[in-house]
């Protein structure tokens, strides 16, 4: 999947980016684009929080006012769209367990498009390794910042509607991302590997995973 | 750290398009940046246009805040963090130097450290990655003028032994920030079969595409 094929549909933040990019590189105020736009001020404050995203038939008149194509392809920014489109595995997780972003390539490797696998509790969608490690990473004080990061050998086992999909042995690579409003992301990143690579990393870690503290 | 990552001959940083595209990224009016500075809007305002240099001391903390924006954590444990990605990641400075290779990007090739680090893009690679950091050097990523790139490459490793090992990788690129102040190139992917490799190339429409800064 492009970046430009996938940004808008898949995007939380797209049509809070453009707003505010076209209002910024446009030099125009929140009353101003809202005037142009026949809405409120107020209503132009919650799209570009975020708090709200604007109606289909206002994401028309948005797209002709400043000219996005439809699949306009914004520059990437941000370590969130960073990771969505990674082609490897990778995925930002809550302490809840709820994948709040999914990369490409974890995507590719499930067989489901990214927003459908973006909100889903990461028990709805694996069994196996990855659900126990969620519950150690929380026994082990990773959310709130006692670990540097965890090093892991794990099985990914994916279930969808469809049944059960394996994606078999996985050497994974985990840090806690403090996000902006203070909060401990799990920053999750991984690689396939072969058997013996597997056999081999749960020798040099002493198991499915090796802890590193804070320093 | 090794000496690797010191001596090199830094290119000029393109100072309009670093604090403009950071403003923007975060959301940030003129006004807001120049009280998070302790400058006026109007010094903002005339960095972006060109019309002057932004001293040293305000070179240093765009810097960090670029830093604290994508990292969160100290030069050292990212750099360790990348030596031990399981996936496909690298570190490249302008000149092409190789500073950092991940155990995944080292398991795909099957070297060891010294195969990759200290090494030369266009020395280790035939092929599509030798293109691309010559694209990204054109583009101006060594000097802040691109925000990202994305490409689907047919690579050549060439092994210190003489062996030549090919591959396919789909990677996502973007500058990041080191004091100093110095830009450099960071490549992250994964291998890929020659059937998504088609897919890609297909969806992207190109072997490579390269976003400009705001």
Excluded at chain 1, 119 to 131: C, E, Q, S, T
Excluded at chain 2, 52 to 77: G, N
Excluded at chain 2, 188 to 210: N, T
Aim: with cysteine.
């Amino acid at each position: 999947m492009s970046v430009a094929e996938s940004c808008h549909r898949t995007d939380p933040n797209f049509w809070r980016n453009l707003l505010r990019r076209y209002r910024f590189t446009s030099n125009l105020k929140q009353a101003a684009l809202a005037y142009d736009l026949g809405v409120t001020q107020a209503m132009v404050s919650r799209w570009e929080s975020g708090a709200a995203r604007p109606a289909t038939d206002m994401q028309e008149k948005i797209r002709a006012l400043t000219g996005a194509p439809d699949d306009m392809s914004a520059p990437l920014v941000g370590w969130r769209n960073h990771v969505a489109f990674q082609p490897g595995m990778a995925a930002v997780i809550t302490r809840d367990g709820v994948i709040e972003t999914a990369s490409a390539g974890l995507a590719r490797e499930a067989g489901l498009p990214r927003n459908e696998v973006e909100g889903r509790a990461l028990g709805d969608l694996f069994r196996g390794d990855l659900v126990a490690l969620l519950n150690t990473l929380n026994a082990k004080g990773f959310f709130d910042g006692a670990l540097e990061n965890v090093e892991s050998a794990d099985r990914y086992c994916f279930v969808n509607s469809h049944g059960k999909r394996d994606i078999g042995p996985v050497h994974g690579l985990h840090w806690p991302h403090l996000a902006e409003n203070g909060t401990v992301w799990w920053m999750l990143t991984g690689a396939r590997v072969g058997i013996d690579e597997f056999d081999l990393l749960r020798t040099e870690l002493g198991g499915q995973i090796a802890l590193s503290e804070r320093g | 750290m090794p000496d690797i990552m010191l001596n090199v001959e830094v290119r000029a940083i393109h100072w309009p398009s670093v604090i403009r595209h950071y403003r923007l990224s975060e959301g940030l009016k003129q006004a807001a940046m120049a009280h998070d500075l302790g400058v006026t809007q109007t010094m903002i305002s005339r960095w972006e246009a060109g019309a002057t240099v932004p001293p040293s001391r305000i070179q240093k903390r765009v810097f960090e805040l670029y830093w604290a924006s994508q990292v969160s954590d100290t030069r050292q444990v990212w750099l360790d963090r990348i030596g031990r990605h399981p996936a496909v990641v690298c570190v490249v400075n302008s000149d092409g130097r190789i500073l950092r290779a991940s155990r995944g990007l080292r398991r795909s090739l099957d070297c060891d450290r010294h195969g990759l680090e200290g090494r030369f893009i266009h020395e280790a690679f035939e092929g599509d990655w030798p293109v691309l950091h010559q694209a990204l050097a054109d583009s101006g990523l060594f000097e802040g003028r691109v925000a990202s790139a994305e490409s689907i490459d047919k690579i050549t490793f060439l092994a210190p032994g003489g062996e030549r090992r090919n591959r396919y990788v789909h990677g996502l690129h973007r500058p990041t920030f080191l004091p100093g102040p110095e830009i450099v190139w960071q490549l992250s992917g994964a291998d890929v079969s020659e059937r998504v490799h088609a897919d890609v190339l297909a969806s992207l429409g190109a072997p490579m595409i390269i976003r400009k800064a705001i």
